[in-house]
């Protein structure tokens, strides 16, 4: 089973809408969980961290669920510059090594 | 805002040729990190550095591959006999803490091994 899983999308969405990406994890004792997004052929850019009481951060809304181990992220009224790969990110341990997901995809047209 | 740097953005190299990528953290970071994304793929870890020591680093970081604080500010890595593999985007990233706090990426190096 991969580390972090995530739909590699494409995910079409047109301008205004709603839209949820999921993302699994393996390790039932991992810390920390963030979202990244990283354009195309860019560096990883954090976009927010997620908390068991889930957080908000304008038109994103990340949550967790530590049973079920599995994270979300809810961008709403989409915008086409939110276009670009969503990278889900665990910290598995106390250390300091991150470990990624495959990231998807999302393409938001007028 | 500060950022992390690194140099070169492109290098192309051939195969068994010894490659050194530089990058300058963010100056009041402690905490130094290479990842790399072999295109197409996802970002992988390679090697955390913390108080002049590796900290941690996983099995792609082998014996190959070292990485060094020279000087007070550069963070660098080398790879010591390039592979076809080794083609990859490298990017170095640096955190105030440790890793559950935020990590800064700099834009990245593109390794090509012809």
Same mark, same amino acid.
């Given at each position: 089973?991969?580390?972090?899983?995530?739909? /590699?999308? /494409?995910? @079409?969405? /047109?301008?205004?809408?709603?839209?949820?990406?999921?993302?699994?994890?393996?390790?039932?004792?991992?810390?920390?969980?963030?979202?990244?997004?990283?354009?195309?052929?860019?560096?990883?850019?954090?976009?927010?961290?997620?908390?068991?009481?889930? @957080?908000?951060?304008?038109?994103?809304?990340?949550?967790? @669920?530590?049973?079920?181990?599995?994270?979300?992220?809810?961008?709403?009224?989409?915008?086409?510059?939110?276009?670009?790969?969503?990278?889900?990110?665990?910290? /598995?341990?106390?250390? @300091?090594?991150?470990?990624?997901?495959?990231?998807?995809?999302?393409?938001?047209?007028? | 805002?500060?950022?992390?740097?690194?140099?070169?953005?492109?290098?192309?190299?051939?195969?068994?040729?010894?490659? +050194?990528?530089?990058?300058?953290?963010?100056?009041?970071?402690?905490?130094?990190?290479?990842?790399?994304?072999?295109?197409?793929?996802?970002?992988?870890?390679?090697?955390?550095?913390?108080?002049?020591?590796?900290?941690?680093?996983?099995? +792609?970081?082998?014996?190959?591959?070292?990485?060094?604080?020279?000087?007070?500010?550069?963070?660098?890595?080398? +790879?010591?006999?390039?592979?076809?593999?080794?083609?990859?985007?490298?990017?170095?990233?640096?955190?105030?803490?440790?890793?559950?706090?935020? +990590?800064?990426?700099?834009?990245?190096?593109?390794?090509?091994?012809?």
């Amino acid at each position: 089973r991969k580390e972090v899983e995530q739909d /590699p999308g /494409p995910f @079409n969405v /047109p301008e205004g809408a709603t839209v949820a990406f999921n993302c699994t994890y393996s390790n039932s004792a991992s810390q920390s969980f963030f979202w990244y997004r990283q354009d195309c052929r860019k560096e990883p850019k954090l976009l927010m961290s997620v908390y068991s009481s889930g @957080n908000e951060d304008g038109r994103f809304t990340a949550q967790l @669920n530590r049973a079920s181990q599995y994270i979300s992220l809810l961008i709403r009224d989409s915008k086409l510059s939110d276009s670009a790969t969503y990278l889900c990110v665990v910290n /598995p341990s106390a250390g @300091n090594m991150l470990t990624f997901g495959g990231g998807t995809r999302l393409m938001v047209k007028p | 805002e500060p950022e992390v740097t690194q140099t070169p953005s492109h290098q192309v190299t051939q195969m068994g040729q010894e490659v +050194i990528l530089r990058c300058v953290p963010i100056s009041n970071h402690l905490y130094f990190y290479w990842y790399r994304q072999i295109l197409g793929q996802k970002v992988e870890f390679l090697v955390s550095f913390y108080n002049n020591e590796i900290s941690e680093k996983s099995e +792609i970081f082998d014996d190959q591959f070292s990485v060094e604080r020279p000087d007070g500010s550069n963070f660098t890595l080398k +790879i010591r006999s390039t592979k076809l593999e080794d083609s990859a985007m490298y990017f170095c990233a640096s955190s105030a803490l440790r890793a559950e706090y935020t +990590i800064y990426f700099g834009e990245g190096s593109w390794l090509t091994v012809v």
